[in-house]
C-alpha cells in the first residue's frame, strides 16, 4: 500500500517538477481522487463509529458506500484507462515530432518515468476495482 503513495509522490513531483504533462494532471490528481471523499468518511466512521440514527451516520451507511463504489469504478476503473491511452498517444506524438524536447531540453526522460509509472498504477486500479466489483456481488446475492 506504501507503494502506491510513493509512485503518486514521484510521479506529481516529476510532472510539476518538469512542467509535463499538467493537463493530464487534472485528471490523475484530482478527478481520480473525488472517491476519496467518501471513502475518508468510511475509514473515519470505523475508527469513530457513528450514534445509530445520527445524521453522520445515516449519511455514511446510506451514502457513502455507493457514491465510493460509483466515483471509483467510473474514474479509477473506466476513465484511468481511457485517459491513460490518450496521455500516451500524446506524449508518444510530442517524443516523435521532437516537440518534447524543444519545450523542455534535457527533460524528455521525465515523459518516459510517467508513462511507466503509469502502468503499475493502472495494474492497482484494476486491482481495487476488482475488490469493489466482488463486495458488490455478495451484496447483490445476499452473501456476508
Known amino acids: ?13 516529476a510532472g510539476m517538477h518538469c512542467q509535463y504533462l499538467l493537463w493530464y494532471s487534472f485528471f490523475f490528481f484530482g ?3 473525488v472517491s ?16 445509530s440514527g445520527s445524521s453522520f ?5 446510506g451514502y457513502c458506500g455507493p457514491i ?6 467510473f474514474y479509477r476503473g473506466f476513465m484511468w484507462w481511457r485517459i491513460t491511452y490518450l496521455k500516451f498517444k500524446d506524449c508518444f506524438e510530442i517524443m516523435r515530432s521532437g516537440q518534447a524536447e524543444k ?6 526522460w521525465v515523459l518516459y518515468v510517467l508513462m511507466a509509472f503509469n502502468i503499475p498504477m493502472g495494474m492497482l486500479q484494476i486491482y481495487w476495482s476488482s475488490l469493489i466489483l466482488t ?3 455478495k451484496l447483490i446475492m445476499g452473501e456476508e
Open 135 to 137: 463486495e458488490i456481488k
Open 68 to 73: 465510493f463504489a460509483a466515483t471509483f469504478l
Open 103 to 108: 519545450l523542455r531540453p534535457g527533460k524528455t
Open 36 to 51: 476519496s471523499i467518501f471513502l475518508v468518511f468510511m475509514d473515519l466512521a470505523k475508527f469513530f463509529p457513528p450514534e
Open 57 to 61: 451516520g445515516s449519511f455514511v451507511e
Open 31 to 33: 478527478l481520480s481522487e
Open 1 to 13: 500500500m506504501l507503494m502506491h503513495h510513493i509512485l503518486a509522490s514521484a510521479v506529481s513531483f
